[in-house]
């Protein structure tokens, strides 16, 4: 593995935050392309938080120093595509400075506040194909040249027993952390993951034909909870596919489709998923009933709950997080398997759809329900963590971005973002976090990289989603570090 030189430290400033927390921004820079630095740089962004406490005695400077010292835990966010919240808004920054870390949130590249991916800035690439080469360089493999050469930077003056920092990875963090553990393991103290065991030896067919099967169970769940949506769904595809070009034009410039409506199944995965999309669907059905029309308010909810304009890069390079070495591409991988599904019909309308038994409606939903009735078997099913084509028509600043997305779509020469070998060799303790109805990331494929990384220690439940870190933080963070802290007969 080629050595990495530490990020250039551009400028940084403190802050106070209330609740004790002294804040520093980082602005650093790294070369856009480790093996050619002569085509320029880009500029990372990353906030550093640490508790900020008076002393009854002044320290001296140097004390001052050794204290600002303390060793990093560093949260990878999830996505890819999205920057960190603000450390006093993130569910992990009280437990981690109570623990005695300082905690890093850098902003992956072309996220947040780190050369942001943006339509204009993508055109300013160039061509098509040299945008997609540019966006080829946004993914999880220079995400961890990035952190490795950010943690050079910030740790040069530390004590030797200090350089190490440890990682906390949520969902895609996850899998940007396998990556670490893959190409700089002597950098990393300790890693701890929530639903982010990634399938890396795992196509993107094979990913979404198993991560499809939970996506059925949770709308069987849906439309158990909520069997008057049957209905109410039916009735906005009828009106959106009545209307000309069969779509309704949103507020900021993208279009509502029936694709992009069912899109909203994306949230299915998370703690209280199914009641935010019902709120959804019962705004808009009630939109039809009292106007016979969407309002203004109505479609700018459905706008906003999906942000692929603002976070391109989850559209652009989703399916590529699975292309885990050469010869792997992805060609649309997610609608080819579900154009195939009874369920996903809206997907190819033009086409006849098969649907493979093991798909069909009528398999117990994880909740010991068991065979579903007709009608939500026959029930327009919303799909989960996929995109699709057709997202690049609806979205505006995704339709700028669509010759380079079918570009990478084609692609097959990736780096490998995994090594198998040095997992097997692994010498860094990794705490996880598996959920057995993950929607996102499938449980037998994460069992089975759990299985490959050695030492690699999990807690497995069916009584949390994906979003459990959020949602149910003092449960599953407690359950991590007790595995770091606890002993086994």
């Not at 600002?68 to 966010?77: A, D, G, T």
């Not at 060609?331 to 369920?343: C, L």
């Not at 990794?430 to 069992?447: G, Q, R």
Request: hydrophobic share 35%; net charge negative; glycine share 8%.
């Amino acid at each position: 593995m080629a050595a990495i030189k530490p990020a250039r430290l551009i400028s940084q400033r403190a802050h106070l935050i209330p609740g004790q927390l002294h804040v520093t921004e980082h602005f650093f820079e790294v070369p856009k392309n480790y093996f050619r630095p002569e085509l320029g740089s880009l500029k990372l962004f990353g906030r550093s938080v640490r508790k900020h406490e008076k002393p009854i005695v002044p320290l001296s400077r140097a004390e001052q120093e050794m204290a600002s010292r303390i060793p990093y835990m560093v949260y990878l966010e999830g996505g890819p595509g999205y920057g960190n919240r603000e450390p006093q808004e993130s569910p992990i920054t009280g437990h981690m400075l109570n623990r005695g870390y300082q905690v890093l949130f850098l902003d992956y590249r072309g996220t947040g506040l780190s050369t942001p991916l943006n339509a204009r800035h993508l055109r300013e690439q160039g061509t098509p194909q040299e945008q997609a080469e540019y966006l080829k360089l946004l993914r999880a493999d220079n995400n961890v040249r990035d952190l490795e050469a950010v943690r050079l930077c910030l740790t040069a003056e530390f004590p030797e027993e200090r350089k190490k920092w440890s990682l906390f990875g949520q969902s895609f963090g996850g899998f940007v952390a396998l990556s670490y553990l893959s190409k700089y393991p002597k950098g990393l103290r300790e890693v701890f993951m929530t639903g982010g065991l990634a399938p890396i030896k795992s196509t993107p067919e094979e990913v979404y034909r198993a991560t499809y099967k939970k996506v059925i169970e949770r709308n069987q769940a849906y439309y158990k909870k909520y069997p008057e949506d049957v209905d109410s769904v039916k009735k906005i595809i009828e009106f959106i596919t009545q209307q000309e070009q069969k779509r309704i034009p949103l507020p900021a410039g993208g279009f509502l489709t029936v694709t992009r409506l069912l899109s909203l199944g994306l949230s299915f995965g998370a703690h209280g998923g199914l009641d935010a999309v019902h709120a959804i669907i019962l705004r808009l059905v009630t939109d039809l009933d009292q106007f016979g029309y969407f309002t203004r308010a109505s479609l700018a909810l459905v706008e906003d709950n999906i942000s692929f304009d603002s976070n391109p890069i989850y559209a652009i390079l989703h399916e590529p997080i699975y292309c885990f070495k050469k010869g792997v591409a992805s060609r649309w991988a997610a609608w080819r398997v579900g154009k195939e599904i009874k369920n996903f019909a809206w997907l190819a309308p033009e086409e006849k759809q098969t649907s493979p038994p093991s798909y069909s409606g009528g398999a117990d939903n994880g909740n010991g329900s068991g065979a579903e009735s007709d009608e939500v078997i026959n029930a327009p099913y919303f799909s989960g963590e996929m995109v699709f084509p057709e997202h690049f028509d609806s979205y505006p600043e995704l339709r700028e971005m669509k010759e380079a997305a079918n570009i990478l779509a084609e692609c097959d020469d990736w780096d490998e973002l995994y090594d198998e070998d040095q997992l097997r060799d692994n010498e860094v303790p990794v705490y996880a976090a598996s959920y057995i109805d993950d929607m996102y990331v499938d449980f037998d494929l994460a069992e089975e990289t759990a299985n490959l990384v050695k030492g690699c220690q999990v807690f497995e439940t069916n009584r949390m989603y994906h979003n459990a870190v959020r949602a149910r933080t003092d449960e599953v963070i407690g359950q991590l570090f007790k595995m770091r802290d606890d002993s086994i007969d």
